[in-house]
């Protein structure tokens, strides 16, 4: 079946500091690939998706790219402010199961003043 | 716009206990989807609804867990009897377009349920 994985974390970084959070995923056909973003004490939001392969998802400064040939889907951001801070899930919808998503377990990001 | 509005927050049973989770939708979204989040883990779908028709409960537990749309629009979730491993938060979310693999999924706060 479908699975993602993500970086272990939690992730501690220092304002202005580069991020990256790995994702890798398993699919049998061709899915469309999401970034949602959990700030504390609120629900679930899209943060950036791609749909086909070499597709660049990005917004409020993050940005990752659907790689195909190594099952990718990175989320990275230049410089990360304290108001980054909150559980990041790589996420894909499966074209054989049309609007089926999996979900990874989540990486926490901290980010420190 | 609302939101996904989700009731209650918060709800502590005892096991053995019934209880039920309630979903408004965003208006006009055709699809609803309930998920269950375990501590540490990403959202694991149990049922999906495109309008009143479930079109997706292969990883609900029908042995305890009931759901229904009723009209298409808000959704009910139940689980009875609760069994202490049924502690998590309980996510509902909705999407606009039926079947497309590319909608973005709208989620409301979730329901976190504490089994005693």
């Known amino acids: 079946g479908d699975s993602v994985t993500q970086m272990e974390g939690p992730v501690t970084l220092s304002e202005e500091a580069f991020l990256t959070i790995n994702c890798t995923y398993t699919?049998?056909?061709?899915?469309?690939l999401f970034w949602y973003v959990q700030y504390p004490g609120e629900g679930l939001q899209l943060l950036l998706k791609a749909t086909k392969a070499d597709d660049k998802g990005s917004n409020k400064g993050f940005e990752a790219t659907y790689r195909k040939e190594t099952t990718s889907f990175h989320l990275e951001k230049g410089s990360v402010q304290v108001s980054d801070s909150a559980v990041y899930f790589c996420a894909l919808s499966d074209r054989t199961n049309a609007g089926k998503s999996t979900f990874g377990d989540g990486t926490t990001l901290t980010v420190k003043p | 716009e609302a939101g996904v509005v989700q009731s209650p927050r918060y709800k502590i049973i005892e096991k053995k206990q019934p209880v039920a989770f309630w979903c408004n939708p965003i208006?006009?979204?055709?699809?609803l989807y309930w998920y269950r989040q375990n501590l540490g883990q990403g959202p694991e779908l149990l049922i999906r609804?495109?309008?009143?028709?479930?079109?997706?409960d292969s990883q609900l537990p029908k042995d305890r867990f009931s759901a229904e749309r009723l009209k298409g629009v808000d959704s009910t979730l139940k689980i009875q009897p609760a069994e202490l491993g049924d502690s998590a938060v309980y996510l509902c979310a909705s999407s606009e377009n039926s079947g497309s693999v590319s909608d973005t999924q709208y989620f409301g706060p979730g329901t976190r349920l504490t089994v005693l």
């Open positions: 699919a049998t056909g061709y899915p469309s």
């Open positions: 208006s006009g979204h055709n699809t």
């Open positions: 609804y495109e309008n009143e028709e479930a079109v997706d």
